[in-house]
């Protein structure tokens, strides 16, 4: 299927990224009278309060340095898209939990300080690999990156059981009448998505262009 402009592949990519994360659930009020994101009020966004907004849904593993299943205050870029490079919540130096577990501000976590962050604390050993009984950043973005493969087998797996979900007749496609009844935020961006005009979202329809 021939893809169109990058402007029109973004704009499905990030709509396709809505409808097929968690169901969205109502967050309490934020600025400007906006739903919070941070439903529960824990001073964090968890995956599933993140699929209420598909640009913070498709960069949750990048935001998510620490590899916590949570993005924290100083993990969030900053607001305009602009954040101050080195700081908390900066490109390179945004490491979120990680910085406050850090009591010693020593640079590196201890297994004390780890325990802080159960993820962290359960996978103490295999993080640490020279064994000297810290955890220091170099080894914290090894260990997520060694963990890419099973989160993306992960969310391959929440990708196929929610096609099957829409797919009420077991075709293999999507009906413009299945996308409203089970993705209803996907159905203004069906014509986009539907670029060989068929009437039908296939798997590829749906999933977000590769990066290069």
């Known amino acids: ?106 640079g590196r976590l201890s297994m004390a300080e780890a325990a802080k962050l159960p993820k962290l604390g359960d996978q103490f050993a295999a993080i640490d690999r020279n064994r000297d009984g810290y955890l220091v950043r170099s080894e914290l973005r090894a260990y997520h990156d060694s963990q890419r493969p099973q989160r993306e087998a992960e969310r391959a ?7 099957a979900e829409a797919d009420a007749n077991r075709d293999g496609k999507l009906s413009k009448a299945e996308v409203g009844e089970k993705m209803p935020h996907l159905a203004k961006a069906f014509a986009f998505m539907d670029e060989d005009r068929d009437g039908y979202l296939t798997r590829d329809d749906l999933r977000q262009p590769s990066r290069r």
């Open 1 to 106: 299927m021939k893809r169109s402009t990058l402007l029109v592949a973004a704009l499905a990519a990030a709509v396709a990224g809505a409808a097929l994360a968690a169901p969205q659930g109502e967050g309490r009020e934020g600025r400007g009278g906006r739903p919070s994101l941070d439903s529960n009020q824990d001073g964090a966004i968890d995956r599933n309060e993140a699929a209420a907004s598909p640009r913070l849904a498709q960069a949750f593993d990048r935001l998510d340095k620490n590899g916590d299943g949570r993005i924290s205050a100083d993990e969030r870029p900053a607001r305009g898209g602009h954040g101050k490079r080195g700081g908390h919540g900066g490109r390179h130096g945004g490491m979120g939990g990680v910085i406050g577990a850090d009591a010693d501000g020593d």
């Open 157 to 163: 797996k929440r990708f196929d059981q929610r096609f």
